[in-house]
């Protein structure tokens, strides 16, 4: 079981994210009000915390949402999970779709720490049931791919 430690949104793109603490989630759309929503494979971006934590270990000094993700959650090592795990969250369901992603233009992160962990530990979701999501709720895995 993992728990949301930050819910985070950007309202445009190339920005990074901030948290919000609890935002509404919109079947297949993402979250309401974040520049990367939309009808795609990539609705909500998750996170692990811990890998967030051992990057800070290296000394980066990242705020949730710097990564571009979405929801940052305490428990998952989520690229470990296959393509196709359905996790919930209060009435909110989501399925992965894609683990890492390729990065085209170095972001700050990259330029600061020469090296960003998005591309390899972020995931992303599409979103099969819609509802609100906020700090301190549990996500679990109800299906694995």
């Given amino acids: 079981m993992g728990k949301v430690i930050a819910v985070c949104i950007s309202e445009k793109k ?16 993402g979250i309401q009000g974040d520049a990367h929503a939309g009808k795609w494979h990539r609705q909500v971006s ?5 890998q967030v934590e051992a990057f800070r270990a290296r000394g980066a000094v990242v705020d949730h949402g710097a990564f571009g993700e979405n929801l940052v959650v305490e428990g998952y090592d989520f690229k470990t999970l296959p393509i196709g795990t359905k996790f919930q969250c209060n009435d909110v369901v989501l399925e992965l779709t894609q683990i890492g992603k390729e990065c085209h233009s170095h972001c700050e992160i990259y330029k600061v720490m020469g090296e960003c962990i998005m591309p390899h530990e972020g995931v992303f979701t599409k979103v099969l049931h819609g509802g609100t999501i906020s700090v301190g709720d549990q996500l679990t895995i109800v299906e694995e791919g």
């Fill in 14 to 29: 190339g920005t990074q994210k901030k948290n919000v603490g609890t935002a509404q989630v919109v079947e297949d759309w």
């Fill in 46 to 50: 998750l996170l692990s915390h811990e």
